[in-house]
């Protein structure tokens, strides 16, 4: 029953930006905590950014400043909108629901220099 599918990946230039989706079915995402993570080649899956239901966020140091995680409630959509891209942020980028532990499928993004 619950499902979710990211999208929004792609090659994008240092310094560019992009923006992910999560699209959720399954549970209303707006009462669970949901996060990104990502993985690179080689690489542990690391966490990226947090969104608990009252809308506290919380980022990984990594990303500070750069990224936004945010939903829309009403599409029931998680989003990650990522800025000033470098290329050490190139990986696979997974959306993550709290509650049970699951993952969708992930998106690719790569950064070139």
């Known amino acids: 029953q619950v499902q979710l599918v990211e999208s929004g990946g792609g090659l994008v230039q240092a310094g560019g930006s992009l923006r992910l989706s999560c699209a959720a079915s399954?549970?209303?995402?707006?009462?669970?905590?949901m996060g990104w993570y990502r993985q690179a080649p080689g690489k542990g899956r690391e966490w990226v950014a947090q969104?608990?239901?009252?809308?506290?966020?919380a980022y990984a140091d990594s990303v500070k400043g750069r990224f936004t995680i945010s939903r829309d409630n009403t599409k029931n959509t998680l989003y990650l909108q990522m800025s000033s891209l470098k290329p050490e942020d190139t990986a696979v980028y997974y959306c993550?629901?709290?509650?049970?532990?699951?993952w969708g499928q992930g998106t690719q993004v790569t950064v070139s220099s």
């Open positions: 399954g549970f209303i995402l707006s009462i669970n905590i």
């Open positions: 993550h629901l709290y509650l049970g532990n699951y």
């Open positions: 969104i608990t239901p009252a809308g506290d966020t």
